[in-house]
């Protein structure tokens, strides 16, 4: 029998808040287990508490003397989940109560039935008296505190811009395979099949759909035609500006969406080498590159080592470097909960290491690109400011007329994820 889908929604946000897995691990699991028509809500369940967790443990707290835990612990987020469901979903009030209560047996507390049953009932009776603008920020913002706080001290303009950006579902962009179709081409199909765009990136080939649509549903989807890929994302292989016969690595690379789309733009690049220290996620690019019927050397490598190189030095490197990934919370909410204050001090220590390594890789007259999904600075143009002033050998190229250092893109700009990105040429010596 089909696991009950509120069952399924608390079991999975347990896994990611209280076991540290993430939610891209986890809901598949749970989606195995429960009708395929509920995958949807599957989703919406866990992705909307995910974003609303803080306000969500307001009100549970506000709500009950003391708090269940041990091995009721997973009825604790099956509460969340109810909650959720009354304060954001279009379903009855009723039916949210009665499908929730009726999810206890699935999660083993069905002696906690009449309890789920009364704090639904409470809230919705105390829910006509809501004012939020007293509670802490952690709260009112649903975002960890410490996030925050940088945040303001980064951005004291734009937090809450970037904050609220956060917090609303992005939107999908695709990626055309311009070795098959030019832009106007792609658009042409897309009308055809009935399906609405918004904005279109000439450069990249990227085209911000009015919704979202189930991939298959693509032209060419399957024929390797068209990828889905963030419209930030894509400013990449547009930056490194790989040119014919090219040696080129990209050195975090999996699940090589980046490695693909600087293939389809240099179907003449000398030779692509696509590293990344993690083997599975390898099997990826392996899969994207196989689709989209393109070639890469993959190998599994640290890449702040050198074991792995064969000693060729490289025209273009992309790092696309292990970081918070703060700027793609809207994609991905379990990050603001699974990634600790603690943290970015060791990621910048990390690509400080493989930005090094990967210099030393590069030609003389090369061009290296960094790249963070990142909105830190401590990450981005802190780093890449502290790497100018340490290596003689680089000239970092102006890309944003309006920043000095690289180019930040925050969360929600121009519909796309928060990225950086910076472009750093090797100074040839003897020139
Ligand atoms: C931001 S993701 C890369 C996304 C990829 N470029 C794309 O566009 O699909 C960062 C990657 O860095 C890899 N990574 C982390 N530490 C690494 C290391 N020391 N050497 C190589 N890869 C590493 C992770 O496994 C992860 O796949």
């Not at 009935?194 to 990227?206: H, L």
């Not at 085209?207 to 060419?220: C, Q």
């Not at 547009?238 to 690595?249: G, H």
Request: one cysteine or more; a neutral charge; hydrophobic letters at 40%.
């Amino acid at each position: 029998m089909a696991l009950n889908i509120r069952a399924a929604a608390a079991k999975c946000i347990f896994a990611v808040i209280d076991k540290g897995r993430s939610l891209s691990d986890e809901l598949p699991l749970q989606i195995s287990k429960i009708d395929p028509k509920d995958k949807a809500l599957l989703q919406e369940c866990c992705y909307g508490v995910l974003r609303v967790l803080p306000e969500l443990e307001y009100e549970v707290r506000s709500l009950m003397d003391k708090p269940l835990v041990g091995k009721q612990r997973v009825a604790h987020f099956l509460l969340l989940v109810g909650l959720y469901q009354l304060k954001y979903m279009r379903i009855p009030d009723h039916a949210c109560v009665a499908e929730t209560v009726a999810a206890c047996p699935a999660l083993k507390c069905n002696h906690l039935k009449g309890l789920v049953n009364a704090i639904l009932r409470n809230f919705l009776r105390k829910k006509a008296n809501e004012d939020n603008s007293t509670l802490p920020d952690a709260i009112k913002y649903n975002h960890p505190g410490w996030f925050i706080k940088k945040l303001q001290i980064g951005y004291p303009n734009d937090w809450e811009r970037i904050l609220a950006a956060n917090q609303i579902k992005p939107p999908m962009w695709i990626r055309v395979n311009r070795q098959h179709h030019n832009i106007k081409e792609y658009l042409a199909l897309l009308i055809e099949a009935g399906i609405n765009f918004s904005n279109v990136d000439d450069k990249s080939g990227a085209i911000l759909l009015t919704k979202a649509v189930d991939v298959y549903k693509l032209p060419g989807f399957e024929l390797g035609h068209v990828s889905i890929q963030d419209g930030a994302a894509q400013q990449a292989a547009v930056l490194l500006n790989c040119q014919p016969n090219d040696n080129v690595l990209d050195c975090c690379a999996a699940p090589g969406g980046k490695t693909c789309h600087i293939l389809e733009l240099t179907p003449d690049i000398g030779k692509m080498t696509a590293i990344d220290i993690e083997e599975n996620r390898l099997i990826r690019v392996q899969e994207n590159l196989t689709r989209l019927n393109l070639t890469a050397e993959v190998i599994t490598a640290d890449a702040a080592k050198q074991d792995w190189w064969n000693g060729e030095k490289f025209d273009r490197i992309l790092l696309d470097a292990p970081c918070s990934g703060t700027g793609v919370i809207r994609r991905h909410p379990d990050i603001k909960w699974l990634r600790k204050a603690t943290d970015i001090d060791i990621l910048t220590k990390l690509q400080q290491e493989i930005l090094k390594n990967c210099w030393s890789l590069l030609k003389p007259n090369g061009t290296l690109l960094y790249a963070t999904c990142s909105i830190l600075p401590e990450e981005n143009s802190q780093q890449i400011q502290a790497f100018i002033n340490q290596t003689a050998d680089a000239e970092l190229i102006q890309i944003n007329q309006n920043q000095s250092i690289g180019w930040q893109i925050l969360s929600g700009e121009n519909n796309m994820d928060g990225f950086y990105y910076a472009l750093i040429k090797k100074k040839n010596h003897s020139s």
